[in-house]
């Protein structure tokens, strides 16, 4: 494993009374064991099969390696069509692995077709997305697992209708593959009629967790990304994740740590990475935290309404607007910063005498100033007693993003088993997606569009 977890900051030797006592971890002793059991014990299992993604066979590899080169050779765009899970894994590493202005580079710079990532249904969106594509070039990924999902489905069939027009209807099966669970949900049925290339998601990987399934692979694929190494770096942290003893084992002890800390009034997760190229990892982290932890019912059904509100944070820039919240705010929150050892490109701070500000600038590199912040921020905030910890990543490479994501994933299926509930299904999403087709005149909805015409609006509280 490559990461580095430091969490001195969330103790009590190190934040005082606002810490978490050595003594509480190590009398949580049976709490550690039934949340570990819980998830290795049914690793593979279930809901649970995401665990085995990155055990792909080289075969396997090679094979969406030589997919992903036939579409790079032919295509100026590549455009992901997908919301929620079957979105922020390709757009994270997307962000992670591409030059930060990918699009913008000339051709010949770019090792891949410009990405778009297309998670809403915003018209206007749609309309400028088609501004700068050329639909004879540009090939589509539509990834639901569900094969259901409104927002997705409403993209494909306008795309769809597009492609026909631009490239004739035998061509433009050809711009589109799907990935979706085989054998279920509409666009199965589409993708197999109009005989779309189609790519399986296993039946036990939910949405949120699928990002090392195709759902992630295939893109990435396309984005000339290194899948062997990311799945190398998933398998490295899968292994320090099935470490029985939580002193070894990051997810697990953070997993407490997060959960100890919510029974403290400690609510908000704060993600805090300082690289741009993380800054969508940690939307990646608040859908699988926020979705995986919102729940109204434990396993036994008791009310629990729990989970942890999780929130955004970019270093350096959010310390310019949100840090003092979190050092002087309520003690409500619990910080994961995610620093970088090594970044991908060195600046320096030249000493140009016309400049004569800042001189305790001059002779820096832009790397030291941001690895100084990150460092002056957890120091700030630690003088205040706040909690929090700190993931090193060496370098971001394909390798360090696998083990990230695989720690996403782990840390939060041991909080879902430490708080006892359902951390895999999302029946507060469902509610959402049901009334959706109830008022867009979906057959077999009909009792849910009378439930919604059923609530009357009182005028007396509308401001007009
Ligand atoms: O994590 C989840 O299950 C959800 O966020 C889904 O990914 C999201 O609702 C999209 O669903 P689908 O992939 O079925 O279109």
């Known amino acids: 494993m490559k990461l580095k977890f430091d969490y001195n900051n969330m103790m009590e030797s190190s934040i005082g009374e606002h810490g978490i006592k050595q003594s509480d971890i190590d ?3 049976n709490a550690h064991a039934a949340a570990f059991a819980e998830v290795i014990n049914n690793s593979g299992k279930g809901w649970q099969e995401w665990a085995d993604t990155p055990m ?4 396997e590899i090679n094979e969406l390696n030589e997919f992903g080169k036939n579409i790079r050779e032919k295509a100026s765009s590549f455009v992901v069509l997908g919301i929620g899970g079957s979105a922020l894994g390709p757009i994270c590493v997307f962000n992670a692995l591409l030059h930060l202005h990918h699009n913008e580079l000339p051709a010949a710079m770019r090792k891949a077709p410009k990405i778009y990532v297309e998670d809403n249904i915003d018209p206007e969106r749609m309309a400028s997305l088609l501004d700068v594509i050329d639909l004879k070039t540009a090939y589509f990924n539509v990834i639901t697992k569900s094969g259901e999902t409104s927002e997705t489905l409403s993209q494909f069939i306008i795309l769809y209708n597009l492609l026909k027009k631009a490239v004739g ?4 099966k050809e711009h589109i593959f799907v990935t979706t669970t085989i054998g279920k949900g509409a666009l199965y049925a589409v993708a197999q ?3 779309f290339k189609i790519f399986g998601i296993p039946g036990g990987v939910g949405g949120r967790f699928s990002v090392l399934s195709n759902v992630g ?5 396309v984005m000339g990304i290194d899948i062997k190494s990311m799945l190398d770096g998933a398998k490295a942290m899968r292994a320090a994740c099935e470490r029985a003893d939580i002193k070894t084992n990051p997810a697990l002890m953070t997993a407490f740590l997060q959960v100890r800390s919510m029974q403290d009034g400690k609510n908000i997760s704060v993600i805090m990475p300082y690289a741009d190229g993380l800054k969508t990892m940690a939307d990646f982290y608040c859908q699988i ?3 995986s932890l919102g729940k109204a019912v434990d396993k036994a059904g008791k009310t629990v309404n729990c989970g942890q509100t999780p ?3 970019l270093g350096v820039t959010d310390q310019h ?3 003092q919240l979190y050092t002087e705010g309520p003690f409500d929150k619990v910080v994961t910063f995610i620093g970088v050892e090594n970044f991908g490109a060195t600046i320096g701070i030249p000493a140009d005498e016309t400049a004569d500000i800042g001189d305790f600038l001059k002779g820096h590199t832009m790397n030291e100033l941001i690895t100084a912040e990150r460092k002056s921020t957890e120091f700030a905030l630690t003088k205040a007693k706040r909690s929090n910890f700190t993931i090193m990543m060496p370098e971001v490479t394909a390798e360090t993003v696998g083990e990230l994501l695989m720690y996403f994933m782990y840390e939060t299926a041991f909080a879902g088993a430490y708080l006892g509930i359902d951390t895999f299904n999302q029946p507060g999403v469902e509610e959402g997606k049901k009334a959706t087709f109830a008022m867009i005149g979906r057959a077999g909805y009909e009792q849910k569009l009378r439930e919604l015409n059923s609530i009357e609006k009182n005028v007396a509280y509308i401001i007009k």
């Open 27 to 29: 009398n949580a002793g």
């Open 56 to 59: 792909i066979s080289d075969a």
């Open 169 to 172: 209807e035998k061509a433009a």
């Open 193 to 195: 009629k109009e005989g």
């Open 217 to 221: 692979l295939v893109p990435f694929a």
């Open 289 to 291: 935290w926020a979705e």
């Open 311 to 313: 929130a955004k944070s």
């Open 321 to 323: 607007s949100q840090v």
